[in-house]
């Protein structure tokens, strides 16, 4: 124990050469030199003391000695001098850095610590991060000190403060000082007065707990701290407001992307399609296959795997919808009973095929490295994936819509959708039309589940989720039209993810679906209806 305290003060008197000692550090120095006196009788409040004083010193060497001491890896041996083990077994100088030869693991014996000292350590890791030469570095380390609060961090917050030139970390090294002082019993009320308002402006739940400790207190400063805990609150729920408006245009942008290619065929060919959600997990699984086939064959553009799977997801499920209309609907037109049960039992049918194929179990999609991760703006917490999707779907409905607006096929589309039978006078091959546009929404359902496979389960049940909200979708947004499909998507997102921290997700859904009936017997053809003589008819 003698030896340690003789060794942590013997490294704070040279481990810098005295002409370094400058800028407000000899009195650090001069206080540990002072104890010396004391190794006798030396406590490891003394050894705490003495590793707390060190940190102070903001020298990056003092980082290295303190770092092996946490990691066991510093050393002294009889003549009190400090080695640091390297990784390759052999040591270093503390003092300079150096490689030390003649040093074996005989001439030294290891530093020992106990619980008090490993507590001391972390702290002075902690401080001593807040002269690191990068900023994201120093920016964690003011984070760091916030959450703990610790006092003992105000004397290296106040020298990091005056050499930080960074606004992004000086502002946080502010907050963390704050939050210091108001735990600190020692300080001033002006200086915790104006740490209330520091918290107060930062307006985050970590502020508010700080706060709120104070807010049932008596004095000037709990009256402060009460009232920037009411301000606080009505920030917080601005932000929550503005957090559930995004998460529901995800939500309305993936149920966009469900319900535009149902819209479609559902608006042209008046079919009840039940296994449109089929599609949507069609697509899915294709993005798995890309996603394993690239890994295995082409590892070095696995990065790209999502975007190759949207043409491949596109193609593949809209040659399933070819071959289910020509297979199958064909014969159906006319009969909505019929063509009801009938896709309902083909969507059973695909769900059984691809459990044999893949198995019941979910199967793992990655999400790309630049997909992934979250941006804070303010109190909202903006996930990139959920942003890719919501920018995903917007292009693929500008694309719908160009292709319907531009295309002869569009073209001949809308003639099929607004008078079926003037379009078949015109030469229009509406059978062809029907293979056609039941090919194409069921591509574009194949694409929504591409955008699935990054924030759902990918499992032969993922389309029963997604079918009843994109029928719900494409009735209140008018049958056949993508305007109102869009508007009605992102409409129905947000209010149901308004609606589901008041009432639970079930009885979220059930108050939507009420409310959409309610609308439908004022409007049953939804907000935006399509016009023709055989729609209007």
């Known amino acids: 124990m003698h030896r340690l305290i003789a060794w942590l003060l013997l490294l704070a008197i040279v481990i810098l050469p005295p002409n370094a000692r400058a800028d407000g550090l000899d009195d650090a120095y001069e206080k540990l030199a002072a104890s010396a006196g004391a190794i006798s009788t030396a406590s490891f409040d003394s050894v705490r003391q003495g590793v707390e004083e060190l940190a102070l010193s903001g020298d990056p060497r003092a980082a290295d000695v303190i770092g092996a001491l946490h990691d066991g890896m510093l050393y002294a041996n009889d003549d009190h001098v400090l080695f640091i083990q390297q990784p390759d077994g052999h040591y270093a100088d503390a003092r300079t850095g150096k490689p030390a030869p003649d040093v ?272 804070r703006l303010g109190g909202l917490t903006l996930t990139w994936n959920r942003l890719y999707i919501i920018l995903f779907a917007f292009l693929v409905i500008a694309a719908l819509m160009a292709a319907l607006r531009y295309t002869p096929l569009g073209l001949r589309m809308r003639a099929v959708t607004q008078n079926r039978r003037m379009a078949a006078a015109m030469g229009i091959r509406t059978p062809w039309i029907d293979a056609m546009t039941f090919g194409l929404g069921s591509g574009v359902a194949g694409i929504a589940g591409v955008a699935l496979s990054q924030i759902d389960n990918v499992s032969p049940n993922l389309g029963q989720g997604y079918i009843i909200d994109s029928f719900m979708v494409v009735v209140f947004g008018g049958v056949g039209n993508l305007w109102g499909t869009t508007l009605g998507a992102l409409t129905l997102g947000i209010v149901n993810k308004f609606l589901e921290p008041v009432a639970g997700a079930v009885l979220g859904k059930i108050v939507v679906l009420v409310l959409l009936i309610l609308f439908v017997q004022r409007n049953p053809r939804g907000m935006f209806p399509l016009k023709g003589r055989a729609v209007e008819a």
């Open 104 to 375: 074996t693991d005989d001439d030294v014996k290891s530093v020992r610590v106990n619980n008090a000292i490993r507590g001391a350590i972390d702290g002075a890791l902690g401080s001593l991060q807040l002269f690191a030469p990068d900023a994201p570095a120093r920016l964690q380390a003011a984070s760091a000190v916030f959450v703990s609060h610790d006092p003992a961090a105000l004397p290296a917050l106040d020298k990091a403060l005056a050499k930080e030139t960074d606004p992004a970390v000086k502002q946080r090294m502010e907050q963390a000082k704050a939050a210091a002082l108001l735990s600190d019993p020692d300080a001033g009320q002006a200086a915790k007065l104006a740490a209330v308002e520091t918290l107060k402006a930062r307006g985050d739940q970590d502020s508010r707990s700080l706060l709120s400790a104070l807010a049932g207190q008596t004095g000037p400063v709990a009256d402060a701290a009460g009232a920037a805990v009411v301000s606080i609150d009505h920030i917080l729920q601005m932000w929550s407001v503005a957090q559930s408006i995004f998460y529901g245009l995800s939500l309305g942008s993936v149920l966009l992307l469900a319900a535009a290619g149902l819209a479609i065929t559902f608006g042209v060919m008046g079919v009840i399609n039940m296994a449109h959600g089929e599609m949507v997990m069609i697509g899915a699984y294709v993005t798995f296959v890309v996603q394993q086939l690239m890994h295995t064959y082409l590892p070095s553009l696995y990065g790209i795997s999502l975007p190759v799977a949207v043409p491949v997801a596109f193609l593949v499920s809209g040659g399933v919808g070819v071959v289910v209309e020509r297979s199958l609907i064909r014969w159906l037109y006319g009969r909505p009973l019929e063509t009801l049960l009938a896709t309902w039992g083909l969507s059973l049918v695909l769900q059984q095929i691809v459990r044999s194929l893949f198995g019941a179990n979910n199967q793992d999609v990655d999400t790309p490295g630049w997909m992934s991760g979250a941006y």
